[in-house]
């Protein structure tokens, strides 16, 4: 059974930071590509961030320059590193792994992200 637990969600001022973690089992990890997705309130879920197999990132032109996606195959895990957080960011965060050859496409949970200003 695949899950994928996030983690790092809360309440932070504008300007501060949060580190997303999503944690996977049940799926061979490594070769799955990863993305981060966010919905707000009364709004469309969104893709903010992606990371392939290879590393080889891709942003939302609202995030680029503050948010950073990355991956660590030993632990399962990818992450997303958020800095300078507008009150626009505010929204739940959803993990998502997919491999598309054997029509896997997985999503966590999702974590509450709530900034302040």
């Known amino acids: 059974q695949v899950q994928l637990v996030e983690s790092g969600g809360g309440l932070v001022q504008a300007g501060g930071s949060l580190r997303l973690s999503c944690a996977a089992s049940g799926v061979i990890f490594s070769i799955t590509a990863a993305g981060w997705y966010r919905q707000a309130p009364g709004k469309e879920r969104e893709l903010v961030a992606t990371?392939?197999?290879?590393?080889?990132?891709n942003y939302t032109d609202s995030v680029k320059g503050r948010f950073t996606i990355s991956r660590d195959d030993n632990k399962n895990t990818v992450y997303l590193q958020m800095n300078s957080l507008k009150p626009e960011d505010t929204a739940v965060y959803y993990c998502?792994?997919?491999?598309?050859?054997?029509?896997?496409?997985?999503w966590g949970q999702g974590t509450q992200v709530t900034v302040s200003s």
């Open positions: 998502n792994l997919v491999n598309p050859r054997l029509w896997w496409n997985y």
């Open positions: 990371i392939t197999t290879g590393g080889g990132t």
